[in-house]
T-cell receptor
Framework: AQSVTQLGSHVSVSEGALVLLRCNYSSSVPPYLFWYVQYPNQGLQLLLKYTTGATLVKGINGFEAEFKKSETSFHLTKPSAHMSDAAEYFCAVRVPYGNNRLAFGKGNQVVVIP | NAGVTQTPKFRVLKTGQSMTLLCAQDMNHEYMYWYRQDPGMGLRLIHYSVGEGTTAKGEVPDGYNVSRLKKQNFLLGLESAAPSQTSVYFC???????????FGSGTRLTVV
């Protein structure tokens, strides 16, 4: 079964500092991986995705993630946090042969400290 | 282009009452999904549909039923609401060719 692990439910980062959110997955086949962001009282919005090809993926709002097969990881980073980055972030893996179903991690609530 | 629209946005039910949540998408997507979001649990799949007239169970289907009579609509029903069903419910849709799911803005349901 596919699963996603996100450690640390709450992450505090100072404005201007590096944002690093860790995601590890298990998958029986080459994975398709996603990061979604949820702003308060809103639905989920795609930040970026990895399917095939280049392992460093750039997304919206200055975020990027790197797929590392040997580490089964897909960590999300942003060099400099902005107050508007305060949100909840979810890592997800596509379930193989699962009709595009996604398995989600438990999420990271990011707080940006001025 | 509305994307995925969920109604209602908020609802309070008494234990034992029934209700239906409506999800509508205007992107001609084949696949539709219902998730529930609970603090510290992420999103868990309740039911999903791969096309008009088809439905299938997800991770946490108990206590819920669904129907997909029209391609653009996916209904989630609670026949006898329980406090454990207090949650935020999200509908999503995706196409067979694109991998990205589009989410609605959610329905916050409280069962008292």
């Amino acid at each position: 079964a596919q699963s996603v692990t996100q450690l640390g439910s709450h992450v505090s980062v100072s404005e201007g500092a590096l944002v690093l959110l860790r995601c590890n997955y298990s998958s029986s086949v080459p994975p398709y991986l996603f990061w979604y962001v949820q702003y308060p009282n809103q639905g989920l919005q795609l930040l970026l995705k990895y399917t095939t090809g280049a392992t460093l993926v750039k997304g919206i709002n200055g975020f990027e993630a790197e797929f590392k097969k040997s580490e089964t990881s897909f960590h999300l980073t942003k060099p400099s946090a902005h107050m508007s980055d305060a949100a909840e972030y979810f890592c997800a893996v596509r379930v193989p042969y699962g009709n595009n179903r996604l398995a989600f991690g438990k999420g990271n609530q990011v707080v940006v400290i001025p | 282009n509305a994307g995925v629209t969920q109604t209602p946005k908020f609802r309070v039910l008494k234990t034992g009452q029934s209700m239906t949540l409506l999800c509508a998408q205007d992107m001609n997507h084949e696949y539709m999904y219902w998730y529930r979001q609970d603090p510290g649990m992420g999103l868990r799949l309740i039911h999903y549909s791969v096309g008009e007239g088809t439905t299938a169970k997800g991770e946490v289907p108990d206590g819920y039923n669904v129907s997909r009579l029209k391609k653009q609509n996916f209904l989630l029903g609670l026949e006898s609401a329980a406090p454990s069903q207090t949650s935020v419910y999200f509908c999503a849709s995706s196409s067979g060719t694109r991998l990205v799911a589009t989410f609605g803005s959610g329905t916050r349901l409280t069962v008292v």
